[in-house]
């Protein structure tokens, strides 16, 4: 099965299981473009291929996920707004680290920094 994505303004709208029937070229093989000319005629728009276990784009697409062409990515929502994109991973990062000494944490957008939970 492969999955593809709906973008819309560079913004994943919807995202579906393809039969690998519908993917695939006369002599079996998987093609992206066949499976995107599936999704088009049968819902319109524009779709792209995203892996389920993050072998391609990064990461796997979700609703409200955008698709950046340059990195050839799809990148979750920003979480926080002092979070920063990691590059090669195309995930967000806090500024601060979390401590790793077993406790939980919160995120505290208002201190930039990890709060101790209960």
Not at 11 to 40: H, L, M, P, R, W
Not at 56 to 84: L, M
Request: contains cysteine; aromatic residues 14%.
């Amino acid at each position: 099965m492969a999955h593809f994505a709906k973008i819309e303004d560079g913004v994943v709208t919807q995202v579906i299981v393809v039969s690998n029937a519908d993917t695939a070229s006369a002599d079996g093989t998987e093609k992206e473009y066949i499976g995107q000319a599936f999704c088009e005629r049968l819902f319109g728009g524009t779709w792209k291929q995203t892996s389920y276990n993050g072998n391609f784009r990064k990461n796997y697409a979700g609703i409200g996920y955008s698709f950046d062409e340059t990195k050839n990515a799809f990148i979750p929502p920003k979480p926080f707004a002092s979070w920063v994109l990691v590059e090669e991973t195309c995930n967000w990062t806090a500024p601060v680290a979390m401590p790793t000494d077993g406790k939980m944490y919160m995120w505290d957008e208002v201190t930039v920094n990890w709060i101790e939970t209960q």
